[in-house]
């Protein structure tokens, strides 16, 4: 009898378990820990100390298959605080962790979920060493842990079973010793090695000749010297700000073999002297150093003769091309013929194109002549320096010549080194319904954006770009340079390029597509969806001005949006923005129509634009600040259905900034009068500051990033909503006009 009431109570247990919780019990346990161990909760939606059931209530970030926990995803949410190894090993089936872009200081973790595929732990403040641990996940694909603060030397066994990374991203830390060898020696899949901004030296392994499939290798502005290794040839490679040497240096010119020193019994051995084992016994030692001595003396004559006869024949060419330079002006006008006289098109002397070497015969036509390097002047022979007279500044450099028959004015962009996929028309028009009216989900001035759905089941955004409009897209090698730009930036708020196409005069740019949609949209469109809360806004706005932020002051060269707006801002599923059009100035009109971008930039567009169309970094800050001014009001920046006095977002908002009765009747209604009050004042401080109207008064991007950073922490406190704040916002609005 109480063994068959047991079972009953076990049976009524489970099946509760089963109703109300969705959840792996351990999985809820280490949820609840890491809840714990972060101090800053105010984007952790649903989540609590203890108990519940993140997969059926849907806690923040959090992704499930079944019962189990697959994936925690927590970026740009201004958590801090700790994050224990010993809490992540129990994540038994999370095969993504991502909580980069946060404020974590304490030491990076020693374990990691045993089954973990992607680690991002970038752009915190993570110390210690890399994590030897890693080297027992070797399921991993991808492991960034870039822009935090770790040091030391890395171990050479930590990277011996990590096999299937694609990408390891170690840059901007302050790792130092040498590269190891076994990253060429084992990780044979990586397509993405970042090593840039450390303090690594010594030379770079021999291994990495291995990586066949590297497509970009970074490792600028460490301390590495020595060369190149011998066939490696990765797509992209920046080596920047180190004492790298590409090519291996040729052997000495002129060197004469070293002469054989007959055996002297009264001569004591040369200590330093190593035997030639080739040396046969009974070789007739006097005569070989004879032999050896005329060698090297005749080697010597004609180095010494070969010197004499250079330097001759460039004080003639000199003397030569000094005396046709002052005779110019009298015949400027001529007609001249390059090849035949030494001259370009436009009458100026061209020395470039001067035959040094003459046949002899008055009536030959001089032959054509390659171009002298200097480098292979020092290389052959000791000559003394010849500094160019100073007529030469005014002169017009010709085509170099690459070869006797062949002249290269443009280098062509090799393709290989492009990392996005090449599609070709065929295919984006099977995928986009032949680009038809039912796939166009947005339109711009450089052209439209398409819906496209592979076969495979990816669905991408394609750009296709309007020849008319964009002033590089018709030359296809000035297209495929644009490409290979867009190519380079790599952060979490910045749309990657994933593909592009240029074939039969078509252009077209391929992103991965965004579900939400644009930021414009979701604040302006007709449906105008009220799900985005206070924190969900400053949540944008901080990855957005991380992207800012990387542009302009971690890439290098920086970059200029030149055309930063709502519009441009695109959401996933998780309400993470992604910057784009990043880097597609170079397709911007000419400066000659400056007055046509600023209309495109209309409301976004910064007073000096308009008025001398002058662009820099500060300008992208203003076009930032009126972006949080719509996230502030819900307004539009331009509105001409408003009065007259409010249908410039920034002149009607600017003068209320600080008013604090005012900017609580500036708040976009749709919150409901949710936010805290505090967050409020110092958003719009910081959104004075961006819209100043003197460029060098508005503050940089890493300030402002800070600045909404402090913002999300103090968010924390809870939102307030009062009876009278919502009476009068319903007050207020009720006498705009509709929107």
């Known amino acids: 009898m109480r063994g068959a009431v047991t079972l009953v109570c076990f049976l009524v247990a489970s099946c509760v378990w089963v109703v109300h919780g969705a959840t792996d019990p351990g999985d809820v346990s280490a949820l609840n820990a890491l809840f714990t161990d972060f101090e800053s909760d105010s984007t952790l939606t649903k989540w609590v100390a203890s108990g519940g059931d993140p997969c059926g209530d849907l806690w923040f970030g959090i992704t499930c298959v079944g019962t189990f926990v697959t994936a925690i995803q927590l970026p740009n949410c201004g958590l801090s605080g700790k994050v224990h190894g010993s809490v992540l090993q129990q994540f038994l089936h999370v095969t993504v962790l991502d ?8 030491d990076i973790p020693e374990h990691f979920p045993p089954n973990l595929i992607q680690l991002d732990l970038s752009n915190n403040k993570f110390q210690g060493n890399f994590p030897d641990q890693l080297m027992n996940i070797p399921s991993l694909t991808s ?4 822009n935090n603060k770790l040091d030391g030397t890395l171990n050479a066994q930590s990277f011996t079973t990590l096999v299937n990374v694609i990408t390891l991203d170690l840059s901007t830390n302050k790792f130092s010793g040498t590269i190891p060898e076994s990253i060429g020696d084992n990780m044979l899949s990586l397509k993405f090695l970042y090593l840039q ?25 460490n301390k590495i010297t020595g060369y190149l290794p011998p066939n490696f040839n990765p797509a992209t490679f920046s080596y920047e ?3 790298i040497t590409l090519l291996a240096p040729p052997p000495p010119p002129f060197t004469a ?54 330097v001759a024949l460039t004080a003639a060419a000199i003397l030569v091309w000094f005396f046709l330079i002052r005779k110019v002006p009298e015949r400027a006008t001529e007609p001249l013929d390059v090849e035949a006289n030494g001259h370009n098109h436009s009458g100026r002397f061209c020395i470039w194109c001067l035959p040094l070497f003459s046949s002899g015969k008055d009536d030959e036509k001089p032959a054509k002549v390659k171009v002298y390097e200097p480098d292979s002047m020092k290389e052959g022979m000791d000559s003394p320096k010849i500094k160019a007279q100073p007529p030469i500044k005014t002169l017009d450099i010709p085509p170099v010549y690459k070869g006797d028959d062949q002249i290269k004015t443009v280098e062509k962009v090799d393709t290989d080194k492009i990392s996005a996929i090449a599609f070709s028309v065929a295919e984006l028009q099977a995928a986009t319904n032949s680009f038809s009216e039912e796939n166009l989900v947005g339109a711009g001035s450089l052209g439209q954006v398409y819906r496209a759905e592979l076969p495979d089941g990816r669905v991408l955004a394609v750009k296709k770009l309007d020849t008319k409009a964009a002033s590089m897209v018709e030359n296809e090698n000035d297209f495929l340079s644009v490409v290979e730009g867009l190519t380079k930036p790599q952060h979490s708020n910045v749309t990657e390029l994933l593909g592009y196409c240029v074939e039969h005069d078509q252009r077209l740019l391929v992103y991965k597509y965004m579900s939400r949609g644009t930021l414009h949209e979701l604040l302006h469109g007709s449906a105008n969806d009220k799900c985005l809360s206070w924190n969900m806004r400053v949540k944008i706005a901080l990855g957005a001005a991380r992207a800012l932020e990387y542009l302009h002051e971690v890439c290098s060269p920086p970059v200029v949006h030149r055309n930063f707006k709502s519009s441009n801002i695109l959401l996933d599923d998780e309400f993470i923005p992604h910057v784009s059009d990043c880097g597609l100035e170079a397709l911007a009109p000419s400066v000659t129509e400056r007055q046509v971008s600023a209309q495109r930039l209309g409301a976004y567009s910064p007073p000096e634009y308009t008025m001398s169309g002058t662009y820099t970094a500060k300008s992208d800050v ?15 920046p331009l509105d ?23 900017l609580a009747r500036m708040v976009d209604p749709a919150l409901g009068g949710v936010y805290p009050a505090k967050s409020l004042s110092r958003l719009a401080d910081v959104v004075a500051l961006c819209v100043q109207p003197e460029p060098e008064f508005r503050p940089p991007m890493s300030e402002v990033v800070q600045s909404l950073v402090r913002l999300m922490q103090r968010a924390t406190s809870g939102n307030r909503q009062t009876e009278s704040k919502s009476d009068s916002l319903q007050g207020d609005t009720a006498h705009e006009p509709n929107e």
Not at 270 to 286: D, E, I, K, V, Y
Request: hydrophobic content about 35%.
């Open 143 to 146: 492991i960034k842990l870039n």
């Open 640 to 662: 001409s259905s408003r009065p007259r006095s409010e249908q410039s977002l920034v002149r009607w908002a600017t003068p209320q900034l600080h008013d604090i009765d005012a």
């Open 99 to 106: 909580l980069s872009n946060n404020k974590f200081e304490n």
């Open 197 to 221: 901004n450390n303090k690594f030296s010594g030379v770079l392994p021999l291994s990495l000749a291995n990586l066949v499939a590297l497509q970009v290798f970074d490792v600028s502005n």
């Open 622 to 636: 203003y076009s930032f600040g009126v972006v949080m001014l719509e996230l502030l009001t819900g307004r539009k």
């Open 257 to 310: 073999p070293p002469p054989l020193k007959s055996p002297n019994p009264s001569t004591p051995p040369n200590p330093n002297t190593t035997p030639n084992p080739n040396t046969s016994p009974n070789q007739n030692a006097p005569l070989a150093s004879t032999k050896s001595s005329s060698s090297s003396l005749g080697v010597s004559k004609i180095a010494a003769i070969l010197v004499v006869v250079f």
């Open 241 to 243: 700000g180190n004492d």
